[in-house]
């Protein structure tokens, strides 16, 4: 109950600013980070597109460095770019609709998950401890792609993310482990596909999983950061490497995209959008600190 009322709100608010609230600006780029996309939800996918290519020019992921560096320099939008979390085995058909629509997304993948001789086991306890089976009820929808898949996305244009070894990253760790979460992951998505990945993308809650270790290996690495928290990038306000995404998921209402989309929720993450600039600046400084 408290959960549809919660939807309910969500939808009302978004409906509400779609239809009376101002539009992004033309320089705003909207990052969505999405995770499973069932074969029997591809049609609300396909519409989803649909409706955000009405309202969106989509970013190629290659132009990203460039619109991060100086967002006032794309004015031909308000932007969007898709984001895939986990590499489940039912992005394959999402990524081939895109690509269909001449879109590139970022595909971001665990390689212990797909590596693991049970990885409907190892996605229920490491990834998704809790699946709704009302919405993931089949084999591919709890399942990663193979490396060949993964190397068929990078073949359809879509990049390939480094989204930590074993989606278990979290502040506690040695600068060891931390390390092999980042390096073995980079290592093993370019033995299989043959490209180093410039993105990165933090599990879970990124100031549950990031901490200033990690924060300072991500700066040496020169990652550009997928964080777990929405914001604004036209405002100047993140920092370049780090990039803000909106969760969204296929199975979602047209009034809980319209939320997800919009502004009315952006305040409520301002403290953590502050944890994060102080996270950068301690990085930055542990890097140069080492040079």
């Known amino acids: 109950m408290k959960r549809a009322l ?3 709100y969500k939808s009302v608010l978004g409906y509400t600013e779609r ?26 996918f396909e519409m989803l597109v649909e409706r955000l290519h009405s309202r969106f020019t989509f970013l190629d992921p290659s132009d990203l460095p460039l619109y ?6 794309f004015n031909d939008g308000p932007y969007f770019l898709f984001t895939f979390d986990d590499g489940l085995s039912n992005n394959l058909d999402s990524a ?49 792609m193979s490396w060949s898949e993964i190397s068929a996305l990078k073949d359809m244009g879509h990049s390939i993310g480094n989204h930590t070894r074993t989606h278990r990253l979290h502040q506690g760790m040695s600068q060891k ?17 043959g490209v180093k990945p410039l993105f990165f993308a933090s599990p879970n809650n990124t100031l549950d ?8 290996i991500i700066s040496k690495n020169q990652y550009y950061h997928f964080t ?23 199975h979602w209402g047209k009034g809980a995209i319209e939320f ?32």
């Not at 609230?21 to 995770?35: D, N």
């Not at 991060?68 to 320099?73: A, C, G, Q, S």
């Open 177 to 193: 482990e931390i390390e092999t979460e980042l390096d073995y992951t980079d290592q093993k998505i370019q033995e299989n596909i």
């Open 6 to 8: 919660i939807q309910l």
């Open 228 to 250: 777990t928290i929405p914001g604004l990038h036209s405002s100047g306000e993140n920092p370049k490497n780090w990039v803000y995404r909106r969760n969204i998921e296929v």
């Open 96 to 144: 081939k609709i895109l690509a269909a629509h001449k879109i590139k997304a970022i595909y971001f993948v665990v390689p212990d998950f797909i590596d693991a001789i049970d990885p409907e086991s190892y996605y229920r306890t490491y990834i998704r401890p809790l699946v709704d089976t009302r919405i993931d009820h089949q084999i591919n929808d709890v399942t990663s």
């Open 68 to 73: 991060l560096e100086n967002p006032n320099h």
């Open 260 to 291: 997800a989309l919009g502004s009315f929720d952006l305040s409520r993450w301002q403290k953590q959008r502050f944890a994060l600039s102080l996270l950068l600046r301690a990085s930055h400084h542990d890097t140069s600190s080492s040079l």
């Open 19 to 44: 239809l009376f609230g101002s539009a992004p600006s033309k320089s705003e780029l909207i990052v969505a980070c999405m995770h499973s996309t069932p074969a029997d939800r591809l049609s609300d």
């Open 209 to 216: 999983s990031v901490g200033s270790i990690a924060a300072s």
